[in-house]
């Protein structure tokens, strides 16, 4: 298998789902997905759907799709669906529709109590929840989210009356009817804030970025950073992180992020000297940071918003500025990497021309323009603003092959019906990539329920505040230790959930115990958000690094952790921001303050980033790497003095290098 068709099946395993069946069972799958797309757009265009009802036919979707697209195995035949998955597809969707048949029923007769039916439908879904969660999304999540379920029903009043030391036992324990009665009867369990995001937010993203790819947009991006950059030292991996960061403002996903562009950009940072771990680890860093990118920033970002109860729009603005920070020092990293390797770029002769690719693909730029001015300019609503969008990329695609069919002499007609199919496709591929997203809110759900009738989150900032003492910078490194865990094999956005509803109050309760600044609340859900985006590309479990590695032809464990490596930088990005919330744009009230503030971060995160990697002009001692590490910690505190000393200290390992360099070299 070539490494391009095998990075393929890693985001189709893992984002799209692996199995391809033949005959009715093909069709039967492309109608269910491109249903749930049209269903999502119909719920947007009319809204009046009642939240609990949408949330569970948008999750009945999704576990139908979860057993007929994720073979259970990789000796699961990939080619048909067998009878079990078609029945755990009916169970599972009949589990969640049973919610909407039954909706009146449940909260104006029963208000709310279990019934044994409810019970029994109640542990139904949740058991081939639970399942489909472990085809999807791998083992941690699902394993994660029954340990709260067991620890809920352990206690005196629960099924197992098992003693537990007594900083543990924060509860009196549940029977199994009232742990299901609260999971699947009320809106603080699966049908919770995180499911209802997907259900409305994120869906439609999803659906735009998939348009968007179908009409060619990822490819004209890739192209266009690629003839921009080509020609500059070591061009095809600052293409790379450009076009990474293009690609992740209509995508917001790190594995296809990584594939789309490493396809291309990978080989020939290969070609121009860099080894294939390198090659590789540069594409696993600037995928995975494609989900900072605003304005589609992947699920956990909307689910944010809705926690900081803020809008989405505002959001992204405070996201943008340490986005930009995050790839403008990755985009140094790959310089540096060229200058020790003594790289060169393309020669432009064998460039594409970037006037054409411009002239080629610049109407794909008006679809990302107006969701921009959507959201941050006549404030829309989320839903409402990405709706719009849908259906511009729409009627560009149908516009787009019209005119290439009348230049090819096709006629209009076979153009229209190429644009639809296109369409459909997209269709197709939102309802098959939004599955993961789907179960992983859901799955999240249960153990946010789970911790809102045990006191756990009570529990664990007590646990936490004794081990840290109080400081500050130990719960934040504690918070940082314990998302790289779960990073291992939790999906970003479940990744967040959990950190939001179990760390983050720890944190602020520290950092701000009267509740009532809501600067550190944002910048400590940023934090969390920021460690959790490293889940992609944190081994053993990092599928970035996976696909990369299966374009490179490199070491996977090699290549994952240089990624990660790369990756730090990000780690140290999210504790400047969290010490100098104004990098979030909070705070500052003109554009010279915003300027100061991004530049003596820039200076700050390169000064980091040449520590981390021991090489700025040339390779660095043990001293000159001090001195940068030391630049580093004084340009994230906040103030004059600070960022003096930083920029001292950075300028002077530079001159000293120079200098070095200059005496080094015979003279003319």
Same mark, same amino acid.
């Given at each position: ?174 029977? +199994? ?13 699966? +049908? ?129 500025? @340490? ?28 460039? @594409? ?186 081994? @053993? ?128």
């Amino acid at each position: 298998m070539s490494e391009d068709k095998r990075a393929l099946e890693i985001v189709e395993d893992s984002e799209l789902g692996g199995r391809r069946p033949l005959g009715l069972g093909r069709w039967i799958i492309a109608a269910v997905a491109i249903s749930w797309s049209l269903f999502q757009l119909w719920a947007t265009w009319s809204g009046t759907m009642d939240p609990i009802k949408l949330r569970a036919i948008h999750l009945a979707f999704a576990l139908a799709l979860a057993f007929l697209v994720y073979p259970y195995s990789r000796k699961s035949p990939r080619d048909r669906v067998p009878w079990a998955d078609w029945l755990l597809a009916v169970l599972g969707a009949g589990g969640a529709l049973y919610v909407v048949a039954e909706y009146y029923n449940i909260t104006q007769i029963r208000g709310g109590l279990p019934n044994q039916l409810d019970t029994l439908m109640g542990s139904l879904l949740l058991l081939v929840l639970i399942a489909a969660c472990f085809r999807v999304l791998g083992r941690a999540l699902p394993i994660i989210a029954s340990a709260f379920l067991l620890y809920a029903m352990i206690g005196p009043k629960g099924i197992f009356h098992i003693s537990l030391p007594s900083w543990l036992q924060l509860h009196a324990g549940y029977s +199994w009817p009232q742990a299901v009665g609260q999971l699947y009867l009320t809106s603080e369990g699966i +049908w919770g804030t995180p499911i209802g995001v997907s259900a409305t937010f994120v869906f439609l993203f999803v659906l735009f970025g998939a348009l968007l790819d179908k009409a060619g947009a990822g490819h004209f991006l890739i192209q266009l950073a690629y003839s921009l950059l080509g020609t500059f030292r070591g061009g095809p991996a600052k293409a790379a992180v450009v076009a990474s960061g293009l690609h992740g403002m209509v995508s917001g996903s790190s594995v296809s992020n990584v594939v789309t562009v490493g396809t291309l950009t990978i080989p020939l940072m290969k070609r121009v000297g860099y080894p294939a771990e390198t090659a590789g680890a540069i594409e696993v860093a600037s995928g995975s940071n494609g989900q900072l990118m605003p304005p589609v920033m992947g699920a956990a970002a909307f689910i944010m918003a809705q926690y900081l109860s803020i809008p989405y729009n505002q959001l992204i603005v405070y996201a943008a500025l @340490p986005a930009l920070l995050a790839y403008a020092t990755l985009f140094m990293v790959v310089h540096l990497e060229a200058l020790r390797l003594g790289l060169k770029g393309v020669p432009r002769a064998e460039l @594409p021309s970037s006037v054409k690719v411009l002239r080629g693909g610049f109407h794909y730029l008006i679809p990302l323009g107006y969701l921009i001015y959507s959201l941050v300019i006549v404030h829309r609503t989320p839903e409402r603003a990405a709706f719009n969008t849908v259906v511009l990329v729409a009627v560009l695609i149908l516009l787009q092959e019209a005119w290439r069919a009348a230049r090819g002499g096709s006629g209009l007609l076979s153009g229209l019906k190429d644009g639809l199919i296109k369409i459909v496709e997209g269709l197709e591929a939102a309802g098959r990539g939004m599955v993961g997203i789907a179960l992983a809110t859901a799955s999240a759900g249960i153990i946010v329920g789970m911790v809102l009738i045990t006191n756990l989150g009570y529990g664990l900032a007590q646990i936490v505040e004794a081990l840290s003492g109080g400081n500050i910078l130990v719960v934040l490194l504690l918070a940082q230790i314990i998302s790289l865990v779960l990073g291992m094999g939790v999906p970003t956005t479940a990744n967040y959930i959990l950190m939001a509803n179990l760390v983050v109050p720890v944190v602020l309760n520290i950092a701000d115990p009267e509740g009532a600044n809501q600067t550190i609340k944002i910048a400590t859900h940023m934090f969390v958000f920021y460690f959790g985006i490293m889940a992609d590309s944190t081994p @053993p479990v990092a599928l970035a690094a996976y696909a990369a590695s299966a374009i490179a032809k490199s070491d996977f464990w090699k290549t994952g952790v240089q990624g990660f490596v790369y990756e730090l930088r990000t780690a140290f990005l999210a504790y400047m921001f969290f010490f100098n919330p104004a990098l979030l744009l909070l705070g500052v009230k003109s554009f010279g303050q915003g300027l100061e503030v991004a530049v003596t971060a820039l200076f700050g995160m390169l000064a980091f980033a040449a520590g981390t990697m021991g090489f700025l002009h040339k390779r660095t001692n043990l001293l000159q790497r001090l001195m940068l590490l030391g630049a580093a910690l004084a340009l994230v505190v906040p103030g004059v003095e600070t960022d003096i000393l930083g920029a001292f200290l950075l300028l002077a390992v530079y001159l000293w290098q120079k200098l070095v360099s200059s005496r080094l070299t015979p003279a003319a």
